[in-house]
């Protein structure tokens, strides 16, 4: 118990390490972005200042959400509250989504006026320095969410990457665009990356539902399977009715486990446990609860 507690110490000191990062990156990013804008006056600039714009309001409800998603579990959620993680995942879509009709709209109006794009030695390397940022912190981030199981910040950092691979591809949108003097062209990839947002918003979304709602048989649930048919012999004699749920990172199992006829009830005990361990095990980052039964019973 002590070693989990220490874990559990561990991994929250993670996660609110990676949640600030997250916060800290986006300004830094929306300050630099907004900089080489004014420079450039490119709305393809501009959409991609949209993204980490939304992402910081994202990373305000992301911090808030993980706060309250690693508290203890109590009597009014036994399972605890890893589910609102995905809250954060579902916040970062939907901002992300709302904010593409901007984007739209400034499209439409810099293809009707024709502002000119021009980039400059400052503007490169104030928008290169907001590529490098999100590189490097949303790797990190990603990482980290994989290592720990959070959601959240996982998708963090798959959003981060993902701005950083636009943001590159605006970098040599500007390049060519100084020298061709093309104003439609500006509008025309900004609304090429309106869509790339609204698709990945569209994506968050998903992951958000999936994991808000129960999904039945989720990756996890061969895993206790094969843990449960190599623990049958003499004593467990079968298993049925195993159930596997995710809830922010987490997976929960749960099975029936059958007996030999004559089976103490201490000795049944003892190898609940043991299935129990083995589930747990085989999955990582799980809570089985294995329910007692005869053979006779089914």
């Not at 507690?5 to 561990?10: D, L």
């Not at 997250?22 to 972005?33: P, W």
């Not at 206790?224 to 199992?253: K, M, N, P, Q």
């Not at 329910?291 to 006779?296: F, G, S």
Request: hydrophobic content about 55%.
């Amino acid at each position: 118990m002590a070693a989990q507690q220490v874990a559990q110490a561990s991994e929250d000191q993670v996660w609110r390490r990676g949640a600030w990062l997250g916060l800290a990156t986006a300004a830094a990013v929306v300050a630099l972005r907004l900089v080489a804008w004014f420079l450039t006056h490119s709305l393809a600039v501009l959409a991609d200042t949209v993204d980490p714009l939304l992402n910081l309001a994202a990373a305000t409800v992301t911090l808030f959400v993980l706060h309250s998603a690693r508290r203890p579990a109590d009597d009014v959620h036994p399972f605890g509250y890893r589910a609102l993680e995905h809250v954060a995942v579902g916040a970062q879509g939907a901002l992300a989504l709302a904010g593409a009709g901007v984007v739209a709209w400034a499209a439409v109006h810099q293809w009707q006026a024709a502002v000119p794009v021009r980039l400059t030695v400052t503007a490169g390397v104030v928008f290169v320095a907001s590529i490098a940022l999100n590189a490097i912190v949303g790797r990190w981030q990603l990482l980290t969410g994989r290592r720990i199981g959070s959601p959240a910040l996982r998708a963090a950092g798959r959003h981060a990457q993902l701005d950083a691979a636009v943001g590159l591809a605006v970098l040599v949108h500007l390049f060519v665009n100084s020298y061709q003097h093309h104003p439609w062209l500006d509008a025309g990839l900004g609304l090429v990356i309106l869509g790339w947002v609204a698709v990945h918003a569209l994506r968050l979304l998903r992951v958000a539902a999936s994991g808000l709602i129960e999904t039945a048989r989720p990756v996890a649930y061969p895993r206790a399977e094969a843990a449960l048919e190599a623990l049958l012999d003499d004593e467990i004699v079968g298993f049925h009715d195993l159930r596997c749920r995710d809830s922010g990172g987490y997976t929960y199992a749960d099975f029936h486990i059958q007996f030999a006829p004559g089976t103490t009830l201490e000795r049944a005990h003892e190898l609940t446990t043991t299935a129990e361990l083995a589930v747990q095990q085989a999955i990582g980052r799980c809570d089985a609860i294995g329910h007692l039964e005869t053979a006779a019973e089914v």
